[in-house]
Nanobody, 125 residues
Framework: QVQLVESGGGSVQPGGSLRLSCTASGDTVSRKFIGWFRQAPGKEREGVAH????????VYDKSVKGRFTVSQDGAIDTVYLQMNGLEPEDSGMYYC??????????????????WGQGTPVTVSS
């Protein structure tokens, strides 16, 4: 079993920044890979980024590439999503999820076995 807890969401103006955190616990094999997803009201959940926590290799969706950056602190089992240049279209609930393997982009929700509860992001003037 894996437990994931997201934090760091909030409200910002366009052009602002937020850093989301995903703190993981439990079976390390099952959380070797961490994905970030978001879901806007009335829309499907979509993948934002996917990272290998062992070597840091990361893939980003084209909608966030160059603005969002994934990093991690292995000492505290936390993966971060640094979001810069936020746009209203970035608003939604952000989730992290754990997987055992790399995924083909775009990822499917079924690629991940464990999910956090989500943290909300609102970008508005």
């Amino acid at each position: 079993q894996v437990q994931l807890v997201e934090s760091g969401g909030g409200s910002v103006q366009p052009g602002g920044s937020l850093r989301l955190s995903c703190t993981a616990s439990g079976d390390t094999v099952s959380r070797k890979f961490i994905g970030w997803f978001r879901q806007a009201p009335g829309k499907e959940r979509e993948g934002v980024a996917h990272t290998n926590t062992r070597d840091g290799a990361t893939v980003y969706d084209k909608s966030v590439k160059g603005r969002f950056t994934v990093s991690q602190d292995g000492a505290i089992d936390t993966v971060y999503l640094q979001m810069n240049g936020l746009e209203p279209e970035d608003s939604g609930m952000y989730y992290c999820a754990a997987a055992r393997r790399w995924v083909n982009w775009p990822p499917q929700m079924s690629d991940y076995s464990f999910w956090g509860q989500g943290t909300p992001v609102t970008v508005s003037s």
